[in-house]
């Protein structure tokens, strides 16, 4: 089972779980799921109307959790440590692992010195093991480590959950893009169609060229044949036309 539909199947899981409980039962739910090791999206368990219920209420920090395992990093936490629970190791794992997908979403070359100030990481070593180990065998990033130039090259990384107001800046950079494909389209069969011209033109100019060749076979064929049949005089002719001219 793949990485998109397992994740599927667990927030299928959490969201039905969710819709029947409230208040503080949410809590070891919340727990649960942002500690699960296959879950990397969480918008559809803040979107149930329970959760979203935690607002304003002696039991919102649960709903605080869920927000920044959302859309936070490592460092949002560390940020905000004081009014948020403390996070168990698992949480804590997942949270930097989140904290790599959101680098991931503005630059494709991260480098070390940054991942590791982001991630509390002491030395290349252990950043190097935790982004095989926990990052690139989990699925959510592919990419090339580089020792010389001390940076990791993302080559794919699992998108999160979109942060409030970006989704008018994800509709407009998708409008960018389709945009650009369709001017990069326009240009490639423009480029098609000179293509095209071109090995028309060439196909004209060598039917030219050959047929100027076998004009010029046919004419070649033709003074040959003629020289062929013109008579020529042997030895004994030539003597005898000698002879009668002195006579």
């Known amino acids: 089972m793949d990485i998109e539909q397992k994740q599927a199947d667990f927030i299928d899981h959490f969201v039905k779980q969710a819709s029947t409980l409230h208040g503080s039962a ?14 990397f999206a969480f918008s559809e368990i803040l979107s149930v109307p329970s959760v979203l219920q935690l607002e304003g209420t002696e039991n919102s920090v649960y709903l605080d959790v869920l927000r920044l395992f959302a859309h936070g990093t490592w460092s949002d936490y560390k940020s905000n440590a004081g009014r948020l629970p403390q996070l168990v190791p698992e949480q804590v794992l997942k949270l930097k692992q989140l904290t790599v997908l959101t680098l991931a979403e503005t630059n494709k070359v991260l480098p070390y010195d940054q991942l590791m100030q982001e991630l509390d990481v002491m030395n290349v070593r252990e950043l190097e093991d935790f982004l095989i180990n926990e ?4 699925g959510i990033v592919r990419g090339k480590l580089d020792q010389l130039r001390r940076c990791f090259e993302v080559q794919f990384a ?27 389209l326009i240009s490639i069969q423009e480029k098609i169609k ?15 060229v050959e047929d100027r060749v076998e004009d010029v076979k046919k004419s070649l ?14 030895s004994e002719g ?10």
């Open 221 to 234: 064929s033709l003074k040959k044949l003629q020289t062929v049949s013109r008579p020529t005089l042997t």
């Open 238 to 247: 030539m003597r005898r036309s000698t002879l009668n001219l002195v006579e």
């Open 158 to 184: 699992a998108g999160r959950d979109l942060r409030p107001g970006q989704l008018g800046s994800m509709i407009q950079t998708l409008s960018n893009w389709l945009s650009t494909s369709d001017n990069l």
């Open 135 to 138: 990052c690139m065998y989990a």
């Open 194 to 208: 000179w293509a095209d011209s071109m090995s028309e033109l060439d196909k004209k100019h060598r039917k030219e």
């Open 26 to 39: 949410l809590g070891p739910l919340v727990a649960e799921a942002t500690s699960n090791p296959s879950l």
